[in-house]
């Protein structure tokens, strides 16, 4: 008490009457920061992961850190809403993102054709485009090109 010239009951008149008034609008306490989506689909917030729509793995994505909320978008287009979760070490998964990431697996295991659908040029149609033909040129006996 003699540190601070009184006991700590007597000075709270003192400080709430040296305290300034608080501003008319309220200040911003959500965080904001971009990362990119790893193979996991989850962003870690304050010691704890919360899952992502799979569909954008490898991409940028804003995570935003509310009070109560943590949200993850994409070019502006939502891709997962959480309630805050204020434990740490928790993992946050929406049953919905699970599900996209199975259909993701399984399609990325399922063999697909060499073309894709899409056209497939003969290489021949390129050696006539350059003027080459390997038809008329030959080896010699010893391998050299003749």
Known sequence: ???????????????????LALPP??????????????????????????????????QLVDVHAGLSAITVARQGYPLATHERVWAK???IT???HVEAAAR??????????????????DLSDYDRAFGVDFDSISTGFDGEVA
């Open 89 to 91: 070490g928790k993992t």
């Open 104 to 121: 993701l697996r399984q399609q990325f295991q399922q063999p697909s054709p060499a073309t894709d659908g899409h056209p497939v040029r």
């Open 25 to 58: 609008i309220s200040p911003t306490v959500e965080m904001v920061t971009a990362v990119r989506l790893g193979r996991d689909y989850y962003v870690r917030v304050a010691g704890n992961d919360y899952s992502v729509d799979p569909a954008a793995i490898g």
């Open 1 to 19: 008490m003699r540190r601070i010239d009184g006991r700590p009951i007597d000075l709270v008149g003192l400080d709430t009457a040296a305290m």
């Open 94 to 96: 929406m049953p919905a």
